[in-house]
Nanobody, 121 residues
Framework: QVQLVESGGGLEQPGGSLRLSCAASGNIFSISFMGWYRQTPGLERELVATITSAGTTNYGDSVKGRFTISRDNAKNTTYLQMNSLKPEDTAVYYC???????????????WGQGTQVTVSF
């Protein structure tokens, strides 16, 4: 089994910054994609950012230029630096990873438990 543990959420004022971390552990051979998604009540989960093992990144339109995703492959950890936060960034942020558990090409998707980010005065 694989576990994803997120940290770094909390309350921040508009214009401020937060940094989220997500560490993967367990039966891991390799991780292709790691990423962040967010969800607010009544809405679907939306893409925030993803990063491949080679460092190729992809961002949702609403966070481009403000958020930066990075990754430490040796630690199986991904980070999300969130700058210029807006009230509409308020959501539960979930970490996602696509994991190979052995030499086969089969990948398994895993989610973290989520961390709350609230942007408000």
């Amino acid at each position: 089994q694989v576990q994803l543990v997120e940290s770094g959420g909390g309350l921040e004022q508009p214009g401020g910054s937060l940094r989220l971390s997500c560490a993967a552990s367990g039966n891991i051979f390799s991780i292709s994609f790691m990423g962040w998604y967010r969800q607010t009540p009544g809405l679907e989960r939306e893409l925030v950012a993803t990063i491949t093992s080679a460092g190729t990144t992809n961002y949702g339109d609403s966070v481009k230029g403000r958020f930066t995703i990075s990754r430490d492959n040796a630690k199986n950890t991904t980070y999300l630096q969130m700058n210029s936060l807006k009230p509409e960034d308020t959501a539960v942020y979930y970490c996602n990873a696509r994991v190979r558990r052995d030499w086969s090409l089969r990948e398994y998707g895993y989610w973290g438990q989520g961390t709350q980010v609230t942007v408000s005065f």
